[in-house]
């Protein structure tokens, strides 16, 4: 054989043949509608990308995204709260967080200085079925629990509630769409969450060269700018302004 044709042929096959991590997809699960893990997974498909992987994320009802991720049908959770490997035993955390997950009331009507949970107690909150932050923390008042962020708000905009409780992004994205809507966010927020990435503990060989790669994300301001322009956005479409 032509040693020229040769050297072509065995060049074209090193440029066309797909890497072993180029052909390997994970998938992880998220909450539905959930303007936060929109901002997650930009990070984590950008973090995989770095290594030579794709992502797919599927996205489902909060408890059920747990129990699939936990019983290794996909590859992790996008992102959750600290401490979620404590009852999902399977699931291994990456240490450096991916997002925060701002505790947020929204109100209609009344108007009061929030200062932690305590200060909701005194008013009927509604929160969203299978959201550990806000179900945990409103325990024992009076509340609503609802399974959609638009039903929240639509309760709220009939008086029947005096508070929602949700992310600042989730609200933010709900108010952009409702329209001549006199609901309002309270600063500051309730509470503050980092959010962190799982990966199911099949995994486990993965977890260093996902943080590392996160880490160095980190360092280039990049993790904060995906979130600080998504914020933006939403805060300017819901008519909000924009905010630190």
């Known amino acids: ?83 979620i490997d404590k009852r999902w035993a399977n699931l291994v955390r990456i240490p450096n967080r991916v997002n925060v997950l701002e505790a947020t009331a ?18 009927s909150v509604g929160v969203r079925r299978g959201i550990q932050f806000s179900n945990t923390n409103t325990q024992g008042m009076s509340r609503q629990i609802v399974n959609t962020i638009q039903g ?28 001549h809507s006199s609901i309002k966010l309270l600063k500051p927020a309730i509470e503050v969450y980092p959010l962190y990435h799982y990966l199911h503990k099949k995994h486990q060989a993965l977890v260093p060269k996902v943080n590392g790669v996160l880490e160095q994300m980190k360092k280039e301001g990049l993790i904060q700018h995906m979130r600080q322009q998504a914020l933006n956005r939403l805060l300017s479409e819901a008519g909000r302004g924009n905010t630190k």
């Not at 929204?106 to 008013?123: E, H, M, N, R």
């Not at 309760?155 to 329209?179: A, C, M």
Request: aromatic share 8%; hydrophobic share 45%.
């Open 152 to 179: 929240l708000f639509e309760i709220l905009q009939y008086d029947r509630i005096d508070v929602v409780v949700t992310s600042l992004l989730n609200g933010l994205s709900e108010l952009k769409e409702i329209k």
């Open 1 to 83: 054989m032509n040693i020229k044709l040769l050297i072509f042929m065995v060049m074209a096959n090193l440029v066309c043949a797909p890497s072993l991590h180029a052909q390997e997809k994970l998938t992880f699960t998220s909450i539905l509608n959930s303007s936060s893990a929109k901002i997650s997974e930009q990070v984590i498909r950008e973090a995989y990308r770095r290594l030579g992987y794709d992502i797919d994320v599927v996205w489902v009802p909060a408890r059920r995204a747990l129990e699939m991720s936990n019983d290794g049908q996909v590859d992790g959770e996008l992102h959750r709260i600290l401490g």
């Open 106 to 123: 929204f109100t209609k009507s009344i108007d009061f200085t929030v200062v932690g949970w305590s200060s909701l107690k005194p008013y």
